[in-house]
């Protein structure tokens, strides 16, 4: 499972919304994808539609889609959003990361 804190939440909806998304019916899908500084790089994007062997979950009123492949990587990951000084963005807690870039963009296992 995929947890998604309130500050996300309140990104994604604003976000999906801006890209013609309807944050109600439509998904946030969550990936990983070889490369980055660390090894492996997370990706994320809307999509109005998933996959059979997509795993589909909804936290905090959020749709998530996460292909078969990276959901071993993300199991009990939390999506965040920090605006903070040292830039804004979404941050993936992951708690199987072993090492992590400095930017938070990328790790390894």
Wanted: glycine share 12%; proline share 2%; aromatic share 10%.
């Amino acid at each position: 499972m995929i947890k998604v804190s309130e500050t996300a939440k309140k990104k994604v909806v604003e976000l999906m919304t801006d890209d013609g998304f309807n944050p109600t019916t439509d998904y946030v899908r969550v990936g990983v994808k070889s490369g980055g500084c660390s090894g492996l790089s997370y990706d994320l994007k809307f999509d109005n539609e998933h996959a059979e062997e997509d795993k589909v979950f909804e936290d905090n009123g959020i749709k998530i889609i996460v292909d078969k492949k990276s959901f071993l990587y993300l199991i009990g990951t939390t999506l965040e959003y920090s605006g903070g000084l040292n830039g804004t963005g979404f941050v993936f807690n992951n708690p199987n990361a072993n090492r992590t870039c400095g930017c938070g963009e990328s790790f390894s296992l």
